[in-house]
């Protein structure tokens, strides 16, 4: 490969790469020729931290514990050392008998490790299968009955086939987690320790996991033997390449926003994240009445539907991407330039991984969150998670549509009820209280941006539809954010009126 630059250490908040006086080249790494071309092909140029470090140690057949989020190049890093060591001993395994199994939590996931297998598998003789539930059957059954070298799955189909004696796991010489802390967010614990206990004793074993929770560790521990560590990824920090912002807007407007923003930017791929199914559908409907090209995938669409609609937005047909968070956990999208947080997620880590699709491999990103009054309380949390604050950017030339005075509430417009933690706001904290929070930073603010004050002024606003009901439950108005008067805004544009509303049921 070219240019000696990077590696080793240096990370941004998402694990992307920063420069350090340390060279080294994926020629550096000991990986065989078939697999230096397929990276060449790749147009990669340098490997990753992730990849420097963790390349080796693979190489040599230690386990390994890595501490590395999405973005950070580490499907690379496992596949290609994998790919390595079964080629530098080959055998023919028998039918259904994978010699490499990988672990992942979701069906997105699996569909693209197993993609990244192929593609720098291209010149090896490696056959690899990925399986998953929610589609046919039938043809991994046929799959299984020829070789199967590599075997990307998510863990409960792959318990399925063990169930049905139809892939036989006796032959695994080497074992990945991948993703692991989300495995274990989505209940997958005790698959995961059946399988386990399926494959032979003596293996290599690779555990990626983005955070290190003690139930993360006792796995590790119980899984692992010896193992090397490599820590690329800071936990709990926001990159520095997403240029993050807020638009405090109430929530009946968030979708004419959303639309106002996609066509005043011109943004052409857009990734948008809601709390809901149920929101992410009529997000994506309502988009489509616009006439901007939309599609929502989530755990209740076919995998069909999810495929197609992912690869249309990667081949850019499909200009805005309506995603929960799970669904949006094995997208990996070269250069996403957009994100938007339709919602802000009531887990503050989960707001790292979604502007972390953005950004990713050294590009630079934009995340832009629509804030309710409501979410001020999550939004602080978050705030207070990637140590920084994000700026508050007023939209010019936003106008919102009338609403009828008493016009029922839309159950999915409802923003969620301040949860855990839920931050200071809401619970009557004075405004300009910051309970150790950072103030919004000029830093922090999009190039061009004008700010906003803290809690209101989206530039998004009628009256509320029901003032009574709309009244903030907690404490005066400006404490949960609400607006207050600005002789600016009261002669320029309508106020942002800021609801106070039930929860939408979260189903990510
Ligand atoms: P991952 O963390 O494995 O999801 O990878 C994130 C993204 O980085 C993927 O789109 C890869 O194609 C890309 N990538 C992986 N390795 C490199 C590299 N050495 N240089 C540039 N991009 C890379």
């Excluded at 720098?120 to 020829?146: C, E, H, T, W």
């Excluded at 929070?437 to 700010?451: E, K, S």
């Amino acid at each position: 490969m070219s240019s000696p630059v990077v590696s080793a250490g240096g990370v941004t908040p998402t694990g992307t790469p920063t420069a350090m006086p340390v060279t080294v080249k994926f020629t550096d790494l000991g990986l065989s020729a078939p697999l230096l071309r397929a990276v060449a092909e790749t147009g990669y140029t340098t490997p990753t931290p992730i990849q420097a470090q963790g390349i080796p140690l693979v190489l040599k057949g230690g386990d390994l514990l890595a501490a590395a989020q999405t973005g950070t190049g580490k499907t690379a890093g496992f596949t290609l050392p994998i790919l390595h060591r079964l080629t530098d001993k080959p055998l023919t395994p028998k039918p259904g008998r994978p010699r490499c199994l990988i672990l992942v939590p979701t069906r997105e996931l699996a569909a693209q490790v197993e993609e990244s297998v192929r593609t720098y598998g291209k010149y090896v003789d490696v056959k690899s299968m990925v399986m998953f539930g929610g589609v046919n059957i039938n043809p991994q059954y046929a799959a299984l009955r020829g070789r199967v070298d590599i075997l990307v799955a998510t863990p409960g189909r792959l318990l399925d086939h063990v169930g049905q004696k139809t892939v036989d796991l006796s032959g695994i010489e080497i074992l990945v987690l991948d993703e692991a802390d989300r495995m274990l967010d989505m209940g997958f614990i005790r698959d995961i320790k059946k399988v386990i206990a399926l494959v032979p004793k003596k293996r290599q074993t690779l555990l990626y996991s983005a955070t290190f929770s003690d139930e993360i560790k006792a796995l590790a521990n119980g899984l692992l033997d010896h193992p090397g560590s490599i820590e690329v990824a800071r936990r709990n920090t926001a990159s520095e390449l997403v240029e993050q912002s807020v638009h405090l807007v109430q929530q009946g407007h968030k979708k004419d926003l959303l639309a106002h923003l996609i066509r005043q930017h011109n943004w052409q791929q857009v990734l948008v994240f809601t709390r809901t199914k149920h929101g992410a559908n009529k997000l994506a409907e309502k988009l489509i009445k616009e006439n901007i090209p939309a599609a929502a995938i989530h755990g209740n669409k076919s995998q069909g539907a999810r495929t197609r609609a992912l690869a249309q937005f990667k081949d850019g047909t499909l200009q805005v991407l309506v995603a929960t968070d799970i669904a949006a956990r094995g997208i990996d999208i070269d250069q996403l330039p957009q994100v938007v947080n339709f919602e802000l997620p009531n887990v503050p880590e989960d707001y790292v991984h979604r502007i972390g699709r953005t950004g990713r491999a050294g590009s630079a990103g934009a995340a832009v969150s629509l804030v309710d009054a409501e979410e001020m309380g999550y939004l602080r949390d978050i705030e207070r998670l990637i140590k920084r604050g994000i700026a508050r950017v007023e939209v010019d030339g936003f106008v919102p549509p009338p609403t009828p005075v008493g016009a029922p509430l839309d159950r999915d417009e409802r923003p969620p009820r301040q949860g855990r933690g839920g931050g200071g706001q809401g619970r009557g904290q004075p405004r300009g209280q910051s309970h150790g929070q950072p103030r919004v930073q000029a830093d922090a603010r999009p190039a061009g941006a004008r700010p906003a004050a803290d809690g209101n002024r989206a530039g998004t606003g009628s009256a509320p539809r029901n003032p009574q009901r709309n009244a903030p439950r907690h404490g005066p108005a400006a404490a949960t954010g609400a607006p207050t008067p600005n002789r600016r805004e009261s002669h320029n544009r309508p106020r942002a009126a800021l609801l106070s509303a039930k929860p939408a049921k979260t189903d990510r």
